[in-house]
């Protein structure tokens, strides 16, 4: 019986890096578009608040995700116009936007903090797959939001390596310059893949509040937008080494919880609360370590905003 | 290439020479403006009267002795975390851990007055003082080495460990350092009267603020008039010029980040010995993330911190007064975040102005 406490816990793993999952997906959008967004825990926030706050109304958990997604994606094109167009520091502008972001979603989640939702995504076991022995019950009896995570993933690695438009991403973060002689639009494409890596963060955070919580919080990422920005450098880039690393964090996070019940230990639970960051942190250390031995790594012009008139 | 994007573009942005001064004046005071209004947005949107909300909260920030005094007792942990920041963010040091430092801060001045509760004021203030900018900087060292040492990106470590921090105060002030007679409450037992800040005119106004302006000034001085300075601007213009002039970048990643929280950490040993003359659970609400606003507000000067900072204490105290009629605490954060994008966004007219009409002078298209 050991085996099956086993298999719950790595089930319940794939659920709580779901959230990260999706958000690092976003940021790898991003960032290989030449952008760096640290807004993502205020998006992730915004499209808790507003999935949680419509699904609730409308009893419609899916209507509560596209809203989300809308919602994310506005303020993402906000960071984006900014960045962008009037070429603002990303940092500070990021920053700002997981301030306002954190703001906004207070102000419009008060009224709702700690309701439950009363319908939420219901799990969905999938026949055949779920029959396989251990991997279908960590993996193959979730709700359709992770499974959109299973078929995302793969598609975006595909959608980076092996499309034309891929290739066109991968170009304007490493030289924009270069990619804009030939005849690439830097400035739509950095739009369009700031904003939907925005709506993926929103996704992530209405995941939360949708399915994992499910209720709302305030601040209820508890720094999950930050670690997906740690993560994604810790998965150079990659959206399958992304949905390792969500998965381990999520691991992490499940493992803190479960013995925190498990009384016999007697850690004391802030030192298991603080185990995700220090394991960012640590991560963080040694994939850029590993990055600069091996030469591989961020997008070239990741961070720059892009100037025509000074190219 | 580059002559006909010129010519097809009709508005033009140019970089001058020098930035506005006009520009660097107006856009402030203009984003707080748009800010306001964009908060009455949605204040009307959640059936709140936006203009009565904004006067009950100017009101509660300076419509009194009390509330003014209170102005100041914010501004002091935002002047001191905003100062550290300032000189951190001029070296193009991304610290976020402001909050984080100034926990440690917290934790480091409450060890020393519930550690020696015996000592009299004139050893314990400095003692408590010195533990204090210790504790901070040290935080601070930690993404500081990784940092310098191996390029780890400080944002993300600086910010992974203000929650760190947080939890390390949480768990002193719920576990072994928990006030036996404090009815449950996640505090420690209260330090002695000489652990105390001295207050002034009878207010809460405490001694934090003369470390502020003392801060401000010792700051001045070493980014002007010192060789270190010199140092830290030159790297924050450019750190391969740094590099080449023989500037060691590393080293000074250490000090300014130590220094960076110190100020920080200053901040958090003002809070428990000034306001709350004990350790709890929320020491700060935020002060170390406010403070970058503040300081990115006052163009990372240190008078200028000062100043921005007494504005949004009283931004804090206006929030604190209509909490009470209902008005969600969020605001004053909502309002911070909508300042810092008005300004960010207003900067390119400091360093740019709008042309109209095609480019002149520029026939060779480079």
Same mark, same amino acid.
């Given at each position: ?40 825990? *205020? ?7 507003? *999935? ?24 993402? &094109? ?35 903090? *700690? ?18 022995? /251990? ?30 438009? *891929?290739?066109?991403?991968?170009? @304007? ?53 930050? @670690? ?40 004391? &639970? ?7 960051? @220090? ?6 250390? @040694? ?8 030469? /591989? ?15 | ?35 306001? $209004?964009?908060?009455?947005?949605? =204040? ?15 009101? +509660? ?8 005094? %209170? ?69 601070? =060292? ?11 990106? %400080? ?53 934090? =603020? ?20 010199? %140092? ?35 901040? +958090?040993?003002?809070?428990?010995? +000034? ?10 609400? +935020?002060?170390?993330?406010?403070? $970058? ?41 909502? =309002? ?10 207003? %900067? ?19």
């Amino acid at each position: 019986m050991e085996n099956s406490i086993w298999i719950a816990t790595l089930a319940a793993a794939v659920t709580a890096g779901t959230p990260i999952l999706y958000a690092a997906l976003g940021e790898i959008l991003a960032e290989r578009a030449g952008v760096l967004n640290l807004g993502v825990e *205020g998006m992730m926030l915004v499209g808790a608040v507003t *999935g949680f706050i419509v699904a609730f109304l409308t009893k419609n958990p899916w209507f509560g995700f596209f809203m989300a997604l809308l919602a994310s994606g506005a303020v993402a &094109s906000v960071f984006a116009f900014l960045t962008i167009s009037l070429r603002a520091n990303q940092v500070v502008t990021g920053l700002a936007l997981t301030i306002f972001g954190t703001g906004l979603s207070g102000f419009l989640g008060k009224a709702y903090i *700690g309701i439950p939702l009363p319908v939420t995504f219901k799990t969905f076991v999938i026949p055949g797959l779920s029959q396989i022995p /251990i991997l279908g019950t960590i993996f193959f009896k979730h709700d359709p939001l992770i499974y959109l995570t299973y078929i995302l993933t793969p598609f975006l690695w595909y959608y980076f390596y092996h499309t034309r438009p *891929g290739l066109n991403l991968r170009a @304007i973060g490493e030289n924009p310059a270069a990619a804009d002689a030939m005849g690439v639009n830097v400035f739509a494409l950095r739009y369009f893949y700031v904003i939907l890596g925005g709506m993926l963060a929103g996704a992530g955070g209405a995941y939360l509040s949708l399915v994992y919580a499910p209720t709302w919080l305030e601040n209820m990422t508890a720094g999950r937008g930050w @670690i997906a920005v740690a993560l994604v450098i810790f998965a150079v880039w990659d959206p399958f080494k992304a949905l390792l690393g969500s998965y381990l964090f999520g691991g992490v996070d499940t493992l803190a919880y479960s013995l925190q019940a498990a009384t016999a230990v007697t850690i004391p &639970s802030f030192f298991l609360k603080m185990l995700p960051y @220090i394991l960012t942190i640590i991560v963080l250390i @040694i994939s850029t370590r590993r990055t600069v031995i091996q030469r /591989i790594g961020a997008p070239g012009a990741l961070g720059i905003p892009y100037n025509r008139e000074e190219r | 290439m580059a002559v006909s994007s010129a010519t097809r573009s009709f508005i033009r942005w140019e970089k001058r020479l020098q930035p506005s001064r006009i520009m660097s004046v107006i856009v402030p005071v203009v984003s707080v403006i748009l800010a306001l $209004i964009i908060g009455a947005f949605f =204040l009307s949107a959640t059936g709140f009267e936006p203009l009565k909300v904004y006067e009950k909260m100017f009101n +509660g920030a300076f419509g009194s002795r009390y509330g003014i005094s %209170e102005t100041i007792v914010k501004a002091v942990p935002l002047m001191l975390a905003g100062l550290g920041i300032s000189v951190a963010f001029r070296m193009l040091l991304w610290n976020i851990g402001a909050e984080g430092q100034l926990y440690m801060g917290a934790f480091g001045a409450s060890w020393v007055a519930l550690t020696f509760p015996q000592l009299p004021a004139y050893i314990m203030l400095p003692a408590m003082f010195f533990a204090g900018c210790l504790m901070g900087g040290l935080w601070a =060292l930690i993404p500081a080495f990784f940092r310098a040492k191996w390029e780890v990106n %400080e944002v993300i470590t600086t910010l992974m460990l203000n929650y760190v921090a947080i939890f390390w105060v949480d768990y002193l002030v719920y576990g072994p350092w928990k006030d036996p007679e404090g009815f449950n409450f996640p505090l420690t037992a209260s330090f002695s009267e000489a652990a105390t800040l001295p207050t002034i005119f009878g207010t809460r106004v405490h001694l934090g =603020l003369i470390f502020a302006l003392v801060s401000a000034l010792v700051l001045a001085v070493i980014l002007w008039h010192t060789r270190w300075g010199y %140092e830290i601007r030159v790297i924050g213009e450019s750190a391969r010029a740094a590099h080449y002039a023989g500037i060691n970048i590393k080293r000074n990643i250490m000090l300014v980040m130590f220094l960076s929280g110190a100020l920080a950490g200053l901040a +958090g040993m003002s809070e428990v010995a +000034g306001i709350a003359h004990r350790l709890q659970h929320g020491i700060s609400p +935020g002060y170390g993330y406010t403070a $970058i606003i503040v300081a990115w507000l006052a163009k990372l000067h240190p008078f200028m911190i000062i100043l921005v900072s007494f504005f949004f204490g009283a931004l804090i105290v206006g929030g604190y007064s209509v909490q009470i009629s209902g008005v969600p605490a969020a605001t004053v954060s909502m =309002l911070q975040g909508a300042i810092l994008f008005f300004l960010l966004g207003g %900067e390119l007219l400091t360093y740019y102005r709008i042309r109209f009409g095609p480019k002149v002078g520029d026939v060779n298209g480079k």
